[in-house]
């Protein structure tokens, strides 16, 4: 689909084209998402450009990301998409940036570029060259990572809660209640997989910046300080991204531990029943022979006698444990 924002008085506006008219000249904005192989031929025709296929848009090379080519900038962006569902994925978009227009081809629909084409319609005056359309969009998608932070901040800080019982009603009960590790591993896991694609990210926005702010194309003053001012917020991010990387680690880390207690509580428990156990059973097997002459055998309290032996053998072994603390 191939959708064409026009520079209008009014400003910014979507032109409701024709799929066989031209392009006009005021557009300022053509954004290709899943285009089709005519609308691609179409936009390199009319601006003279080489759209990427979608092959070379997921190529990891920087030289094959970023370049500059007959006076346009070939930029491609990896972006985090679908996060309201538990399948997050990266995805790429590539801006070509030349003179007074801006591409963008796409094959994910992001939530920013969907805010930002909002914002447009709202603010149409603040998005009024390419240079700043240019701008915009990298803002929301970096608006978008920031709140991706955010929300696995406030994931580990749950999952530390519950790891390390910080709980009013735990501390209460003095007793660390059962707890699901399965689902908090999950958790644990979906966040870890969820900040490891917002640093990809940032990191492909980092050297998209850089690059920008290098090139040779003539950009105005306004657009190129908003450019500069987000290349210092994503490296500020990818500082704190990493940090919630490393509290991940230690957090998984500390669940695996729990994990490993609980475990050690279970086999524990299961040891001093059997310790428990033992002295009777050899105690019962002993008056249960089927010998002629047996000790107690003949006198009315052998039983009572073996059911007292057979208690404290297994009372006494109880409080030493308690005594020393093993239980």
């Known amino acids: 689909m191939l ?3 026009c520079q209008v008085p009014a400003g910014l506006k979507l032109l409701q084209r024709n799929p066989d ?15 089709t192989p005519e609308e691609e031929r179409l936009v390199e025709q009319r601006l003279g450009l ?12 920087s030289s094959a990301r970023l370049y500059e080519e007959a006076g346009a900038l070939y930029l491609t962006a990896t972006v985090v998409t679908r996060l309201d569902t538990q399948l997050p994925e990266n995805g790429q978009i590539t801006f070509i940036l030349r003179g007074s227009r801006l591409v963008t081809n796409r094959y994910v629909d992001p939530l920013p570029l ?35 932070i955010e929300r ?29 590790f399965r689902k908090l591993l999950e958790h644990i896991g979906q966040s870890g997989d969820l900040i490891a694609k917002a640093r990809e990210s940032l990191a492909s926005l980092a050297r998209l910046l850089a690059f920008v702010q290098q090139a040779t194309v003539n950009m105005p003053a306004e657009p190129r300080e908003r450019l500069s001012t987000l290349s210092k917020d994503v490296v500020a991010m990818s500082d704190h991204a990493g940090f919630l990387g490393t509290n991940l680690t230690f957090i998984l880390d500390a ?50 006698g073996a059911l007292a032996a057979m208690v404290a053998s297994s009372a006494l072994p109880f409080l030493w444990f308690r005594r020393r603390g093993w239980l």
């Not at 008219?21 to 290709?32: G, K, M, Q, R, S």
């Not at 994990?259 to 001093?272: P, R, W, Y």
């Open 3 to 5: 959708s064409v924002y």
């Open 50 to 61: 080489d759209i990427p296929t979608r092959e070379e848009m997921r190529e990891i090379e």
């Open 255 to 304: 669940t695996l531990g729990m994990i490993n207690i609980d475990q050690n509580n279970i086999l524990k428990i299961f040891s001093v029943v059997t310790v428990l156990l033992l002295p009777p059973s050899v105690i019962g097997a002993l008056f249960g022979m089927n010998f002629t002459h047996i000790p107690a055998l003949q006198h009315p309290w052998g039983f009572w």
């Open 21 to 35: 008219a031209p392009i006009p000249e005021e557009a300022v904005w053509l954004d290709l998402l899943e285009p």
């Open 114 to 148: 969907r805010r930002f084409v909002a914002h447009t319609e709202r603010h149409p005056q603040a998005n009024a060259t390419s240079q700043a359309v240019l701008a915009g969009i990298l803002e929301f998608i970096i608006e978008r990572i920031a709140d991706v």
């Open 152 to 180: 696995v901040s406030a994931d580990i800080d749950t999952a530390s809660a519950e790891i390390f019982n910080r709980g009013v009603e735990r501390e209460k009960n003095r007793r660390r209640r059962t707890q699901d």
